[in-house]
């Protein structure tokens, strides 16, 4: 996980990610599935292809690129005659739901997403084989774990993303803010100070996933050993209320609640960060896959990534959000490893990851675009560069399916009211007990 921190941080300050392997694709040139139907683009104007009687169908999640990734589809049939259909369920969308309904309907998607670790258990018997594809050999190295099964590298990382509390640095500016908080105390103090400037401190969300996956992974993350940790959990030999680090979190969690927008049970995730981006808060819980949505609203936004304080040192958090997953059961496989091939190794592929996706890549062979990965992503690459003990991981993905949406239904509890805090870490140890069975 370290490695992947540090390449991260330095995909970003475009130090230079090079492979250990090596990479036989820097600065394009033509790429071939093997099957003849993903063809680089070259230098010169690219004649229409005919068109193929092929579609395959994307099933995905990340509503951030959505329109972005359309358009390269469209590139894509431009340019192999292959049609490539987007359907796109996030933001406030049970994704994970969703997806299992389609499999059970008999609907199978050419193409999927799904997180690693156990959030990847369901799907590994439709997971098709990507080891001998060519980008392979180009992962960041700690990218490959979480979606490897028995040796076999069955998804292809998205992208890397970071989070910790994005603020608005004109906001704490005109607060009086100097420096950002390092403890709980602090950033209580903070919030004080922004509110008698007339700003309120938070963006708040009732999303189930933000504050089930992302708010609680804060806590697990700042376990000594979370794997160890999140083992012992399940296995009945730890419970999430009797923990002094969850104990601590909470104290978190209150300050973020109590400081907050009147109207946090019904904000949706779009507006909670159309709002942020138009000024009206000064932290949202969010990170670097935030840019493309604030840019529509504000693209000259003084946005940075604040570690989250908590225990001895405040810490950001990084890791793969998604893989995209072959399907091995339908009957496009090849085309479909060809559209993944050509999506990381065409020279318009390549172009819409860093630019138009504003990803931070996972593949060593495709360089960060500074101008697009933005603000965000460019404080985080400050501070891991400078604090690397202090980037933790993402660890939400190492419970089963199930899990996260009852802790965020509990979250949502909480945050209005409805249940003290012994009674919502309570509620984290049944979920846990719902699913598992401990």
Known sequence: MKKM???????????????????????????????GNATATASAEPTEAP??????????????IAE???????E????????????????????????????????????????????????????????????AKDLVEASKAQITRDGKLLGMPMNLEAYGFTYNKDLFAQAGITELPKTLDELSAAAEKLKAAGITPFALTSEWWSMGIHTLNIALANQADPAAFIEDVKAGKATLKDDPTMKEWLKLVDIMFANGQDNALTTDYNTQVAEFAAGKYAIIQHGNWIQGMV??????????MMPVPLLDAPNVFTGVPNNWIVNSKSDQ????KAFLNWMVTSETGKKYIATDFKF????TSITADPAAVGDIAADFATFSAANPAQVKSWNWD???????????????????????????????DAAVRDIVGN
């Open 360 to 363: 931070v890549p996972a593949l």
């Open 51 to 64: 068109k193929k009687d092929v579609t395959i169908k994307v099933f995905q999640f990340k509503v951030e």
């Open 295 to 304: 840019d529509e609203v504000d693209p000259e936004l003084n946005l940075g």
């Open 76 to 135: 894509y049939e431009k340019e192999t005659g292959v049609k490539v259909e987007i359907e796109t369920h996030g933001g406030g969308e049970d994704y994970s739901a969703l997806l299992k309904a389609e499999l059970a309907a008999g609907e199978e998607p050419e193409i999927f997403n799904s997180s690693g670790w156990a959030g990847f258990d369901p799907y590994v018997d439709r997971a098709a084989d990507l080891s001998g594809e060519p980008w």
């Open 398 to 428: 190492r419970f089963p399916d199930g899990i996260t949406q009852q802790w965020g239904a509990a979250m949502q509890e909480y945050l209005g009211k409805q249940i003290t805090g012994d009674e919502l870490l309570g509620k984290l």
């Open 5 to 35: 921190m540090m390449l991260l941080a330095s995909a970003v300050m475009l130090v230079g990610l090079t492979s250990a392997c090596g990479n036989s694709n820097n600065g394009g040139g033509n790429t071939n599935s093997g099957n």
């Open 333 to 336: 496989v090849e085309e479909a």
């Open 68 to 74: 972005a990734l359309e358009k390269m589809a469209a």
